[in-house]
């Protein structure tokens, strides 16, 4: 059974840190390209940042670049997100996902492997 557990959400004031964890199961996530994505209140889901099958392509989404770093353990078929200097549009409900990745930067989520979700709220 495919299963993708994501962690490490919380409340945050802005400036700070929070690193979010993706354990998959059922499945090795060395044959998928790995993705964030997240979804604010009222908003669509968007891409936060992917990553290549071996780790060696990354691509992250404009407005996280610089302060978000993904990276991935194949080895214990888990996925991570750095969050750094976090700001209050960063709220929102983040899933991980795998998929596949085209021409180096186009994302493609594959059904029926998104996580449930893990909370960051940052507020003052």
């Known amino acids: 059974q495919v299963q993708l557990v994501e962690s490490g959400g919380g409340l945050v004031q802005p400036g700070g840190s929070l690193r979010l964890y993706c354990a998959a199961s059922?499945?090795?996530?060395?044959?998928?390209?790995m993705s964030w994505y997240r979804q604010a209140p009222g908003k669509d889901r968007e891409m936060v940042a992917n990553?290549?099958?071996?780790?060696?392509?990354?691509n992250y989404a404009d407005s996280v670049k610089g302060r978000f770093s993904i990276s991935r353990d194949n080895a214990k078929n888990t996925m991570a997100l750095q969050m750094d200097s976090l700001k209050p549009e960063d709220t929102a409900v983040y899933y991980c996902?795998?998929?596949?990745?085209?021409?180096?930067?186009?994302?493609?989520?594959?059904?029926?492997?998104w996580g449930q979700g893990t909370q960051v709220t940052v507020s003052s």
């Open positions: 059922g499945f090795t996530i060395s044959n998928y390209a």
């Open positions: 996902n795998a998929g596949a990745l085209y021409g180096g930067n186009v994302y493609v989520p594959r059904q029926g492997y």
């Open positions: 990553i290549g099958q071996l780790g060696g392509v990354i």
